[in-house]
């Protein structure tokens, strides 16, 4: 029996198997769908499909610079103990390579790319690595940085992963750009800046915060007693202090330097600049902690051994 490219795809929607083996599946059972299925299972590759629906909270946020490209991504996993397993920290590694190598333009363009030293796309090595591993994995997302010079960290082996992305002129000592880079991205993972300096901050954004701080000190002033025509002019005063640590708290450049707090990044960077001759401009930084934002399944222990038992 003949079958057409329409029945891979629907196979791979049914099963959620790479679509090489879907082919091979087909061709196996000469087409039929439901055997095919059958192949699939038995050979243990749908199996794969039944995890996909597991929560991926864990897992590393790693970034690294290949052949001058700086890459940061996050692959998750359901627990911490396969997030250091050997096969799974080389296939976080590799698809950081083929982010490098081959520019994706999102997720679902990376999982298509050849996975780097074989002929399977990263979809289907994903695929290959839940069934070896028995946990779901998912690339979640990265980010790529193809100019200027680029100085990678990882924290606490994965737990984040920070790129700084650096142009520079004029500087023949890139070994010292690089240590001023490294200082950076460790201040980035420490103090979680939102925002490269204050004009990145959104006016939309600004304005929210005004008005929550303002707010705020209208209320305080209310407590202390402060007669109504005073409150908002010392309210207002109030806010532009505030909104100073706004920035000093959310805003890279302008947060007090970690290594010495009595000047910011900014100025850090000028002074650095300037002993070496040159000049110095952080563009861009990324900043990834696995799992942040993702809702980590809690497990009723009681619930599962009475569920295994029934």
């Known amino acids: 029996m003949a079958f057409t490219a329409n029945d891979v795809k629907n196979l791979r929607e ?96 990376l999982m298509t790319l050849e996975y780097p030293g074989s002929d399977k796309t990263i979809a289907e090595q994903q695929q290959d690595m839940i069934l070896v591993i028995g946990e779901n994995i998912t690339v979640r997302r990265f980010i790529r940085y193809s100019d200027g010079l680029s100085v990678p960290y990882v924290h606490a082996g994965g737990k984040i992963g920070v790129i700084v992305n650096m142009l520079t002129d004029g500087i023949s000592d890139i070994d010292a750009v690089i240590e001023l880079g490294k200082d ?43 007669p109504e025509e005073k409150s908002r002019q010392i309210a207002e005063n109030i806010v532009k202090g505030r909104i100073s640590k706004y920035y000093e708290e959310f805003c890279l450049l302008n947060q007090p330097f970690v290594k ?24 861009a930084f990324t900043r990834f902690e696995k799992g942040e934002g993702i809702e980590k399944r809690q497990d009723d222990f009681a619930a599962e051994v009475a569920s295994l038992v029934k």
Request: hydrophobic fraction near 45%; charged fraction near 30%; include cysteine.
């Open 14 to 109: 049914a099963t959620g198997v790479g679509m090489m083996d879907c082919k091979k599946a087909l061709t196996e059972t000469d087409g039929d769908m439901d055997k095919a299925i059958v192949y699939l299972r038995e050979k243990g590759l749908a199996a794969a499909q039944k995890k996909a629906g597991r929560v991926t909270a864990e897992g590393v946020a790693y970034a690294a610079v290949f052949d001058g490209v700086g890459v940061v991504v996050e692959v998750n996993s359901e627990t911490d103990f396969v997030a250091k397993n050997d096969m799974f920290t080389d296939f976080v590694k590799n698809v950081a390579n083929a982010v490098a190598k081959e520019a994706p333009t999102d997720v679902d363009a």
């Open 184 to 226: 950076i991205a460790m201040q980035v993972a420490a103090l979680k800046p939102l925002y490269l300096d204050s004009s990145a901050v959104s006016a939309g954004e600004l304005e929210a915060e005004k008005e929550i701080q303002l707010a705020k000190a209208l209320e305080e002033n209310k407590a202390k007693n402060i």
């Open 260 to 283: 010495e707090n009595k000047t910011t990044v900014e100025k850090h960077i000028q002074e650095v600049a300037v002993s070496l001759g040159g000049q110095i401009k952080v563009n």
